[in-house]
């Protein structure tokens, strides 16, 4: 191989391994710059569609709400709950992390919707579970001392 031919092909070898680094780069950012490329923060696409009269459970951790039941959320941080207007659920939160927490459902002002939301405590169990019916007022789930990590979206259709 002569000299020139080797330059070129170190040459391409090195844009090629460029291009492959800005792609992968490209791929693990988004819109919002959280790294999971659907602009909800939780990696779990659109969200997840939950059966009427579904349990929904957390382990409450500081750094967000842990998919429990169904296994549709099992293992996710704060998915999207996507509910049926005027079907029963329930959700809450059966383990957690030590560290007093609450689950309240909100509408988009922030306000507690219809008295929904639990004392605050470090011992989760049956008081930390919330009946209740879907509607359209229904914007998140969230946990009021950690509202800055402890909070996914739902979405009412």
């Known amino acids: 191989?002569?000299?020139?031919?080797a330059v070129t092909r170190r040459t391409a070898m090195k844009l090629t391994g460029a291009a492959a680094a800005t792609a992968l780069v490209a791929g693990c950012n988004d819109d919002d710059g959280n790294g999971n490329g659907n602009g909800d923060g939780?990696?779990?696409?659109?969200?997840?569609?939950?059966?009427?009269g579904e349990d929904i459970?957390?382990?409450?951790q500081t750094g967000g709400w842990e998919g429990l039941e169904p296994s549709e959320i099992a293992g996710e941080t704060?998915?999207?709950?996507i509910l049926e207007d005027g079907e029963e659920y329930t959700i809450g939160w059966t383990e957690g992390d030590g560290t007093p927490h609450n689950i309240e459902i909100r509408d988009d002002g922030g306000d507690v919707v219809d008295?929904?939301?639990?004392?605050?405590?470090?011992d989760p169990g049956d008081d930390q579970i919330l009946e209740f019916t879907a509607s359209g007022?229904?914007?998140s789930y969230v946990c009021e001392p950690h509202e800055n990590t402890m909070v996914g979206d739902i979405q009412v259709e």
Request: hydrophobic share 30%; charged share 25%; no cysteine.
């Open 1 to 5: 191989m002569t000299h020139d031919n």
């Open 42 to 52: 939780n990696g779990n696409g659109d969200g997840v569609t939950i059966a009427a």
């Open 57 to 60: 459970r957390f382990d409450g």
């Open 78 to 81: 704060n998915p999207t709950l």
């Open 115 to 122: 008295d929904l939301e639990t004392d605050q405590t470090d």
């Open 137 to 139: 007022e229904m914007a």
